[in-house]
């Protein structure tokens, strides 16, 4: 798995990075419900992918206090079948 970096803004306290997640489906990939359950799991399929994602980060005294991130789960599960 690698990502490829797209772009990356720092404003005050806030760090957005917009980035491509690449990888080969090699294990159970697991998507979870809104109260934590297991909603669904995709066996593995051996089949490579990319998914867009944003993630937002927080920083208080150079360490990360609160991460938010938005990924193309939809995408992915298109990719893998």
């Known amino acids: 798995m690698?990502?490829?970096i797209h772009h990356a803004v720092a404003d005050g306290?806030?760090?957005v990075v917009n980035c491509t997640m690449n990888g080969r489906h090699t294990a159970p990939w697991t998507v979870y419900a809104e109260d934590g359950s297991a909603d669904n799991v995709f066996p593995p399929?051996?089949?490579?992918?990319?998914m867009t994602q944003s993630h937002w980060f927080r920083l208080e005294d150079g360490l990360i206090i609160e991460h938010w991130a938005n990924r193309d789960d939809l995408g992915v599960a298109r990719q893998l079948g």
Request: glycine fraction near 8%.
């Open 2 to 4: 690698h990502y490829d």
């Open 13 to 15: 306290d806030l760090v």
């Open 45 to 50: 399929t051996g089949r490579t992918f990319a």
